[in-house]
Every structure is written in structure tokens, then in C-alpha cells.
């Protein structure tokens, strides 16, 4: 599957999408396919601060628990209520899944992020032993 | 990697491989995971039929006039009650009373027999049985890279299967085993057991690349009116939990015992002592196991993992969980866990620690699976 291109992404597998001061954040499709089906995510709280880097929720499948690291500091505005119920959503497309959305607290941090062509890069490494 | 190169491998690796497997690290073998997806793989084992590579087993044959002396001595269930063609689940204890593997015996004939082993203790195992089966009039041999071991399970494994033999397998009981001819290999062992809580076989076949592929793709083809999957170490981990089977370095290890497992029934301390009996009457003299292996359904949201600790609701620790996932069939949070024989009634409440969470849990009956009965 094609990673985004207006995406950034994480070294811990996060995509964020940007849109002026807020951004949604989700696992990407290489996370997925890595964790096999997912059955339980924990969500944050609206009102969470959350900080780059630092663990904001789990995503779990049936054999593995993942923690999700924030690509961004800033503070949670939206969550995705709808993956209590329907966790496999992110299976089937990881880069529609958000996971929650945040009002970021400096967009200058995303440059540190990586492109979509170098994650990719960094993910096929990752899995090509 | 590099740590790839020494990992061991079945003859079906290259098959797994070309299939898309994820592969895994599995006591030193790389082995497959999962295929389609751990999920799809479990229900078709619970409502059709999988099949799985499970060659990395070990394979050790027992033979002479003193060989069910041997067997007696080194297994803790009693293999005088088997007749030619059936297998019973055992245990193989060190003088402790604690498991050095669980196994399953065969008996071939009067003066011959055969304990299916796990691949993580095939080296230990081997080298215990040689140097247990010592004093013995018999000769062990250690058969592991002679066969290709394929599990077909499922309420569709006797149908997928019988297309393919010469043997009536209605005839061959849970826990019995038969010699036949199957994808046109005489002599092929097959044998009505398996570690999913489901119907099912297992057959042994020559261990070349060639007939080990061969004989997938056959049952493959044969098995897809049923739904057949390639089924990887995931479902049959989740299979095996749900219908309570223990794991080697889970449930039972060197440091747990008979008692504590809730193996008793497959303990026979009547016929006799044998390795780790003596123990295992101290044991019993002395009131009894002080800890016990139960199943825990969590009640709150969670999913209790291996290692994650067990609580009281006082948030005091009492014990710790062997074995924990989703179970894909129950749609249920299980797991097994050793806690204090005074808290292991069901119907008990506990916590299991998840995450720093105290998540709510609660002692249930075994097996949390049970397959229904034939009609």
C-alpha cells in the first residue's frame, strides 16, 4: 500500500496529517501488517496533553501489544470512538484509521519527521532480513 | 540478519516462505506464524480444517525387550494400559516432580515405542531419555529429521484427509494410530491426535523437500471445498489456549510440578515408581500443592498477556499469568495463571495487571473450549 505523501511519519510506525494547527495521527500500513489482525485500542482522552515521542495509547492484536508514541506534542481534540468497537478498521486501511486528532502545540517539531519515501525506505529495511 | 543463518528450519520452509508467511523465531526455529491472518486461521480450524508444519517436533524411538521397562520409568502415565496402535499424553519429570517435557507416547508393538517431543527440549529431551533409559534392555534413537510432521485438524480433517489414504479412518479413535498409505506413501504413520482441542490428525512423512511439498499441496487442494488455510504458530498457540493445553515454558517447566499443572490425570503414581514419583507422594503427603494453575476470563477491558501479574482485589500480588490472548473462537479475554490454591475456585474475582491497570478477572472452568460432540 502507498504511504501518503502530505503524511510525516515516525521511527515507532505513526503517520500524521497536518491541516493548519490540528493534525490526526494513526499506525501505518506496515504497523498493521506487522501486528496482524488488531483487536483492542486504547484510546486516549479528549483533553489529554500528549508530547513527540511519548507513549499516548496501545494498539493490540491477538498476539502482540504495541504502544503508540505521538508524533507531535499538543493536546488531544478528537478521538476515534468508532475503533473501540471496530479495532480491525485499521487492518483494513491503516492510513484512513485515525487514531485521535490534536491541536499541535508547535509545528515546527514535525521536520524532524520522516517523508513518505523515507519511511518506506526505513520500513523495508526493517522487514527485509 | 545475521542470527537468521543459525536458526533451524523444516523442510517446508522454502513452501512458507512463497506463501507469505510471517516467520518467526520459535525455540530456535523459523517457523511460521501466520499466513492469511491468525484469526481466519483459528476459525478454520474451529468450523473446517487447517493444516499446520509441525516438523520441528522431535521424534524418539524407544525399542528392545526392556523398553516399556524404560517407558514406565521415564513417563508418568502408564504406558502398560496401551495397546498396539494407541498413544497416550504424558509427561516426562525430573526427580523433583517438575516436567522436563510433556510428550506423547505411541506404542508400536510389545518391544517398541515412540515419544513425540517438543523442539525447544529436543536436545535435553533426548540426551534425559538416553541417559534415563540407561540399565534398560533398549535402544533409543532419535528419529526428528526423519519425518515431515503435518497436523490436519478441524471437524473437517477426517474428510480433507480420507481422500487422500487407502486407511478407513473412521475406524482410528482420538488418541489411536494406524499405519497407511497416503498421497500414494506406503507405511505412513497416522496418527488421531493433535494440540488445537479440535478432531483432527497427524501424519509423518519422509522428510525430503520434494514429498514434504508434495504431500502440503496435495492436502491443500483436497481440503479447499472445506475452506483449508495453511495455519502458522499463532492459531495454534490461540487453539491450544482455549482448549487449556499446556505449553512447555508456560504452564509447565522445570520449576513447576505435577500437582500445581493439574496434570493428575495423566499421572498414574499406582504402577509403580518411576522418575519424580517420590516427589510427587511428598507432595501429596504434605496437603497438597500450595499453587494452582486455573483459567481466568477478564471481565473488564483488557487483554491479560504472559507474565502480567495476578492481584487479589486488594491489589495485593498473587500470582501470574503462563498464558494470555484473545480467544478468537470464544470472543473472549483468557488466560491461564497460577495463583494460591485458596483463591483457584471458581467462580473466584481477581485482577490481572494490565498495563498498570488493576483489570478485573475472574476464575472460570477448564478447558475454556471444549469441541462438541460427534452427532
Not at chain 1, 508524533?71 to 485515525?98: C, F, Q, R, S, Y
Not at chain 2, 508418568?76 to 516432580?97: C, H, I, K, T
Not at chain 2, 517438575?98 to 506423547?104: A, E, G, K, N
Amino acid at each position: 500500500m502507498a504511504y501518503p505523501a502530505n503524511y510525516k511519519y515516525t521511527r515507532e510506525h505513526e503517520w500524521i496529517d497536518v491541516s493548519g494547527k490540528t493534525a490526526s495521527v494513526g499506525i501505518t500500513d506496515h504497523a498493521q501488517d506487522s501486528l496482524g489482525d488488531i483487536v483492542f485500542v486504547e484510546l486516549p482522552k479528549v483533553g489529554d496533553k500528549v508530547e513527540k515521542g511519548k507513549v499516548f495509547g496501545s494498539v493490540e492484536s491477538v498476539k502482540a501489544v504495541s504502544d503508540l508514541y505521538s508524533p507531535a506534542t499538543g493536546t488531544v481534540t478528537a478521538i476515534n470512538e468508532e475503533l473501540t468497537t471496530a479495532p480491525e478498521k485499521i487492518n483494513a486501511d491503516a492510513h484512513a484509521a485515525w487514531i485521535m486528532k490534536i491541536e499541535l502545540s508547535d509545528p515546527g517539531e514535525l521536520d524532524s519527521l520522516l517523508t513518505a519515501a523515507d519511511y518506506e525506505t526505513y520500513a523495508k529495511e526493517e522487514t527485509g532480513h | 540478519m545475521t542470527a537468521t543463518a543459525a536458526l533451524r528450519k523444516t523442510p517446508l520452509n522454502g513452501l512458507h516462505r512463497r506463501l507469505g508467511a510471517k516467520m518467526v523465531d520459535f525455540g530456535g526455529w523459523d517457523m511460521p506464524v501466520e499466513y492469511s491472518g491468525l484469526i481466519a486461521e483459528h476459525m478454520a480450524v474451529r468450523t473446517g480444517v487447517g493444516i499446520f508444519d509441525v516438523s520441528h517436533m522431535g521424534d524418539i524411538q524407544l525399542r528392545g525387550p526392556g523398553s516399556l521397562g524404560a517407558v514406565q520409568h521415564i513417563s508418568m502415565n502408564d504406558a502398560a494400559r496401551l495397546q498396539v496402535g494407541q498413544a497416550q499424553y504424558s509427561a516426562m519429570l525430573y526427580p523433583e516432580g517438575t516436567f522436563v517435557d510433556d510428550i506423547i507416547v505411541h506404542k508400536f508393538s510389545e518391544n517398541d515405542y515412540l515419544f513425540v517431543i517438543n523442539a525447544g527440549t529436543r536436545e535435553k529431551d533426548y540426551e534425559w531419555i538416553r541417559t534415563q533409559a540407561r540399565g534398560f534392555d533398549c535402544h533409543v534413537s532419535d528419529y526428528s529429521d526423519y519425518y515431515t510432521q503435518l497436523a490436519i485438524q478441524g471437524p473437517k480433517a477426517q474428510e480433507t484427509l480420507q481422500k487422500l489414504t487407502n486407511v478407513d479412518l473412521g475406524k482410528v479413535k482420538f488418541y489411536w494410530f494406524t499405519w497407511g498409505t497416503v498421497c500414494g506413501l506406503a507405511n505412513t504413520l497416522i496418527a488421531r491426535t493433535g494440540y488445537t482441542g479440535e478432531d483432527g490428525f497427524e501424519i509423518y512423512v519422509p522428510s525430503d523437500v520434494a514429498t514434504s511439498e508434495r504431500v502440503w499441496d496435495e492436502v491443500i487442494a483436497t481440503g479447499a471445498e472445506f475452506g483449508i488455510l495453511p495455519c502458522g504458530l499463532g492459531a495454534r498457540n490461540t487453539l491450544r489456549l482455549e482448549a487449556a493445553l499446556s505449553l512447555y515454558g508456560h504452564e509447565i517447566s522445570e520449576s513447576i510440578n505435577v500437582w500445581e499443572a493439574g496434570l493428575d490425570r495423566f499421572c498414574k503414581l499406582e504402577k509403580g515408581p518411576f522418575a519424580g514419583s517420590e516427589a510427587l507422594k511428598k507432595v501429596q503427603a504434605a496437603g497438597g500443592p500450595e499453587k494452582k494453575l486455573v483459567g481466568l476470563e477478564v471481565v473488564e477491558r483488557g487483554i491479560a498477556r504472559d507474565g502480567y501479574r495476578v492481584m487479589d482485589l486488594s491489589g495485593k500480588e498473587i500470582g501470574y499469568v503462563t498464558s494470555g490472548s484473545p480467544a478468537p473462537f470464544l470472543k473472549k479475554n483468557i488466560a491461564l495463571a497460577y495463583v494460591p490454591r485458596s483463591l483457584a475456585e471458581v467462580g473466584t474475582e481477581v485482577a490481572v495487571e494490565i498495563r498498570n491497570n488493576q483489570v478485573k478477572a475472574k476464575v472460570v472452568p477448564l478447558p475454556f473450549y471444549k469441541k462438541p460432540k460427534k452427532t
